[in-house]
């Protein structure tokens, strides 16, 4: 154990491996996480100062306008970036624990893919063929959808890259090409037939946005979400034995089928629900369990805490970037997040090809 | 009796890798299975180890039949190495090997790790990352956490072992037989091994089973087993075997006559490509 020293001053500690700390690391991501959200809630076309923030918060100011917009329209966005950047960086970091490969983002094997196909399905046929799953679905059609859309791909994914009770993850990232390719054609097609009006909407999924969140969203996704949220850290010990492979969670006394359908379901409901409100987002689940990971160690019980802080973070702040460099439009945070993420998933590449 | 095998069938994809084979350990035995490469000394012990359906026959784990336990009672009383364990994730050698103990405050694993780490000489090594280590020493990893699971194990324990001991230096494999032949005569494990050391085996083993084509060859004492007539019919193997004096066998490998690795008439078929390769031989 010793300091990290920056300008003389101590600010982190270092462990024998030569990682941070645990606590103190989640204690700092948890600064960064609040920190994020005050420059959040206040940036935007009508900025509030923290002060204006406070006073809205307190009652004390009588501001009409500032209310509306801190209430609901920076409040419910920024509990929905939250949640949703949370649930897509724990569904990395519990698929990459399951396929035991760092590559494994819900994007590049696919199931964000799914999930928006079947929402976008959704939206286009369900003036017609699907008309009887919107009367029988009602408000919850969408996200349901999404999220079988989403758990069926994972499942897909999985048994195509399985053989003999190996899971060959150079076949699962060629399947998620596939699935992607696939995926992508169908959305392609439904966009080809789609009206005006529906388009507008699928634009809305196909790059990913937070700019319509409203509390009717937060509502419907969040008991999913958090539902996710909560039961991966059950997950923690059977996934660090899956890091072993998957012959030595049988041996360490875990039942090996019951973890990787309560694995996948959790993934899949997470992205399904994450994609049901936001639409695609990619490369949290990727970039954010790498990080931690390189940071704090590949333990399950570290990983999955400090995504979800680390991965809620990451896309708070990613938003506030999308509102703030084309001011007073926005960019779709999907496409954000690819700016971001791609150059990393390259850089990421290179330095695994090179070590 | 902690382990009673019989007449054991293990298929893979519909082909018999393991045939009517019937053995018996006892706590505090070492019992290490020999034979060629592909006889089914892994899938033996993958079908012990739960990995593998068995197909036919009955095994019975203290008494009570194999597939009638459950999975957490197992991990408490049976520990694996499989032959291979691949770490692609930044895990500590401490980590990994505290993986093998079940859910407890770090203090109380503490004692255990520590204690596991100096026997398997790993302990200069606890905080260095596990992809980063020689196979050997990814090996004594392994073999700790697989340890660590049955160490504070009260009863009977079977450690079913395959070639744990293959990327070892000399040194090493004897440091680690002689552990595991301690284990089982101090404190009563059963220790069923895959290896293919035959000497290695001799000087340690209580026991050796010859497999042959899925079948046991021949089981018993090490001068019993390895003998010249035994080591031709099943290795092809010509070796000449001497007994000790310390009363074990000694198996020296023979130049085989039968390899002729010049044979002049075909040469011109394999000869390389590259004519330099062919001047410089």
Redesign the interface.
């Known amino acids: 154990m010793y300091w990290l020293k920056w300008a003389g001053l101590p600010v982190m500690v270092i462990?024998?491996?030569?990682r941070l700390a645990k606590g103190p690391a989640l204690l700092m991501i948890l600064g960064a996480a609040f920190a994020v959200s005050v420059v959040s809630v206040s940036s935007g076309a009508y900025p509030l100062s923290t002060a204006d923030i406070l006073a809205v918060w307190m009652g004390d100011l009588d501001d009409e306008v500032a209310s509306m917009v801190l209430f609901d329209v920076r409040l419910p966005r920024l509990v929905l970036g939250f949640l949703v950047g949370a649930v897509l960086a724990v569904s990395g970091a519990i698929l990459q624990g399951l396929f035991?490969?760092?590559l494994a983002d819900p994007g590049l094997i696919g199931v964000s893919a799914g999930a928006s196909l079947a929402a976008i399905a959704v939206i286009v046929l369900g003036g017609t063929w699907l008309g009887g799953w919107l009367d029988l679905a009602g408000v919850w059609a969408l996200p349901i959808a999404a999220f079988f859309g989403g758990s069926g791909t994972v499942l897909l994914a999985w048994r195509i890259a399985r053989r003999?009770?190996q899971t060959s993850v150079a076949t699962l990232l060629l399947a998620g090409i596939a699935i992607n390719a696939i995926a992508g054609a169908g959305t392609g097609l439904l966009t080809f037939y789609s009206s005006d009006e529906e388009l507008r909407s699928l634009t809305f999924w196909t790059m990913g946005s937070l700019g319509h969140a409203s509390w009717d969203d937060v509502a419907m996704a969040a008991p999913w979400l958090l539902l996710s949220l909560c039961a991966a850290p059950f997950l923690a010990?059977p996934l660090?034995?899956f890091?072993?492979?998957e012959?030595?969670v049988?041996?360490?006394?875990?039942?090996t089928d019951w973890t990787k359908r309560a694995a996948i379901l959790i993934a899949g409901l997470g992205v399904g629900a994450a994609v049901a409100v936001s639409g695609l987002i990619g490369f949290v689940g990727l970039v954010v369990p790498h990080l931690v990971?390189?940071t704090l160690?590949?333990?399950h019980r570290i990983v999955l805490p400090a995504s979800a802080l680390a991965g809620g973070t990451l896309l708070v702040g990613a938003d506030c970037l999308a509102r703030v460099v084309v001011a007073p439009a926005e960019l779709p945070i999907g496409l954000m997040m690819a700016l971001i993420g791609g150059p990393f998933f390259l850089l990421l590449l290179l330095r695994t090809r090179i070590a | 009796m902690l382990l009673h095998v019989d007449g054991l069938g293990v298929h893979l994809?519909g082909k018999p890798i393991v045939r009517d084979l019937g053995f018996q350990l006892d706590a505090g035995e070492m019992l290490v299975i020999l034979g060629p490469n592909g006889a089914g000394k892994s899938t033996l012990l993958?079908g012990l180890?739960?990995?593998h359906k068995m197909g036919a026959g009955q095994v019975m784990f203290v008494g009570r039949a194999l597939s009638n336990w459950s999975?957490?009672d197992?991990?408490?009383h049976r520990?694996?190495m499989?032959q291979r364990?691949?770490?692609?994730?930044?895990?500590?050698v401490e980590?990994?090997v505290r993986?093998?103990r079940p859910?407890e405050p770090l203090s109380k694993s503490m004692p255990v790790l520590s204690e596991l780490m100096e026997l398997l000489d790993i302990t200069h090594l606890?905080?260095?990352?596990a992809p980063g280590l020689s196979g050997g020493e990814q090996q004594r990893v392994?073999l700790a956490?697989v340890l660590a699971?049955v160490w504070s194990t009260a009863g009977p324990v079977l450690l079913l072992l395959d070639e744990c001991t293959s990327a070892l230096d000399p040194a090493h494999q004897q440091q680690v037989f002689s552990l595991l032949r301690r284990l089982a005569k101090q404190r009563g494990f059963g220790v069923l091994a895959v290896a293919h050391d035959l000497n290695l085996a001799a000087r340690f083993a209580d026991r050796l089973m010859l497999l042959h084509q899925g079948q046991s060859y021949i089981s018993g004492q090490p001068s019993a087993v390895l003998t010249e007539a035994v080591l031709a019919a099943v290795y092809g193997l010509s070796a000449r075997v001497l007994e000790l004096d310390e009363g074990y066998p000694l198996v020296i490998p023979q130049d085989d006559a039968r390899v002729s690795a010049y044979a002049e008439p075909s040469l011109s078929r394999f000869a390389p490509l590259n004519p330099s390769c062919r001047q410089a031989s």
């Open positions: 462990d024998g491996a030569g035991r490969n760092p003999a009770g010990r660090d034995a890091l072993l492979g012959q030595v049988g041996h360490l006394g875990y039942n990971r390189q160690g590949a333990g | 994809s993958k180890a739960g990995e999975n957490r197992l991990a408490r520990a694996v499989p364990v691949e770490v692609n994730f930044p895990l500590t980590e990994i993986m093998g859910p606890r905080h260095r990352l392994q956490r699971q």
